[in-house]
């Protein structure tokens, strides 16, 4: 089924500014995703040429469906961990594509790995190959369990390499020491965004996924219990969509941010515990509370520094949490 994202894609036109992408060539990879669908619709709605490269090993055929009628659309279905003969010339790659939900490291880690090691470097061969700028999307997970909160860029993180988690944090860790070898050796225009946890419209909710938030609101609606691990204490910090879009394409246009690496996150910290009252109170939810235990290398705080992005981009998150919940809740009724 289709949302229509109208409203918040004339939100994000308007909170860019000047910032266009008329008649730009776009590569992005993992288009088909949470993210990459609603990167590849903003873009387009920005007058921009997209090619949107995805396997649906992670991403959904019905994120771009409304999109494949575009005469400056183009869906190639590849796996970007192996080579890609690409027609275009880009101006610019996004590199978006991994599987991200803590419930899939445990089922796609080698997936997981090769799609921020293998697939990076496919991106980054042809964004040099092209001269085009490429901005990674990296996430706040290269942090760990920090122990500096707010998190700043220049923290170097508490990462278990052999953990649980190891998969997703360590792959993208060694996805930034590449994108920053080619910034060195080849001088790529680089830049890479650490994602703090992002939500909206289009985010999956099936059980493998298991997003906090997804995860809430779909139990909520059915009256089913929710799940909240350890006691609820540990923090998040969430981003809409249209807030996060905002910020991505910032960094990617900006010369400001060549070359930075920039945290892309709400400094709002709430913790799990309130997020799960809150999201039944929103739906007008019986659902009562069912408590697990806590998976092991669950980071216990999660809190962006955003002062890069405030100084470089003259980006902050604008919409609240409640209001995002709302939207949310509503695509997801939407969808049942």
Not at 148 to 172: F, L, M, Q
Not at 264 to 277: D, H, R, W
Request: charged share 25%.
């Amino acid at each position: 089924m289709t949302f229509d994202i109208a409203e918040e894609l004339d939100t994000i036109r308007k909170n860019l500014g000047k910032i266009s992408f008329e008649d730009q060539r776009v590569l992005v990879t993992g288009g088909a995703g949470f993210l990459g669908s609603w990167m590849c619709q903003t873009l387009l709605a920005s007058g921009a040429h997209v090619t949107c490269v995805d396997n649906f090993a992670s991403g959904r055929k019905e994120n771009i469906q409304h999109l494949m009628d575009n005469e400056r659309f183009r869906f190639i279905e590849h796996d970007i961990t192996t080579p890609l003969p690409l027609e275009m010339r880009p101006d610019y790659v996004f590199h978006m594509a991994s599987r991200a939900s803590p419930f899939e490291f445990e089922h796609y880690p080698i997936q997981i790995l090769k799609a921020n090691t293998m697939g990076v470097l496919v991106a980054l061969g042809i964004a040099k190959k092209h001269g085009a700028k490429i901005l990674y999307t990296s996430t706040s997970e290269v942090y760990g369990n920090p122990d500096i909160v707010p998190t700043p860029e220049s923290y170097y993180g508490n990462v278990n390499p052999i953990g649980p988690r190891g998969c997703y944090d360590e792959a993208k860790r060694c996805g930034e020491a590449y994108v920053m070898a080619y910034r060195k050796q080849h001088n790529l225009d680089t830049r890479i965004a650490r994602i703090f946890n992002t939500y909206g419209p289009r985010i999956r909710m099936d059980g493998i996924y298991g997003r906090v938030i997804p995860r809430f609101i779909s139990q909520a609606l059915n009256g089913d219990p929710i799940t909240v691990f350890g006691d609820g204490s540990q923090t998040r910090s969430f981003t809409y969509v249209t807030d996060q879009i905002e910020g991505l394409l910032r960094l990617a246009s900006l010369d400001a941010a060549r070359g930075q690496v920039i945290n892309i996150g709400n400094v709002n910290e709430i913790t799990v515990l309130t997020l799960a009252k809150k999201v039944i109170k929103l739906t007008g939810s019986s659902s009562t509370l069912s408590f697990h235990p806590l998976p092991e290398d669950d980071p216990l705080r999660r809190r962006p520094d955003v002062t890069r992005a405030k100084q470089l981009l003259e980006w902050e998150p604008k919409v609240p949490l409640e209001k995002g919940l709302v939207r949310t809740i509503e695509w997801i009724r939407s969808c049942s």
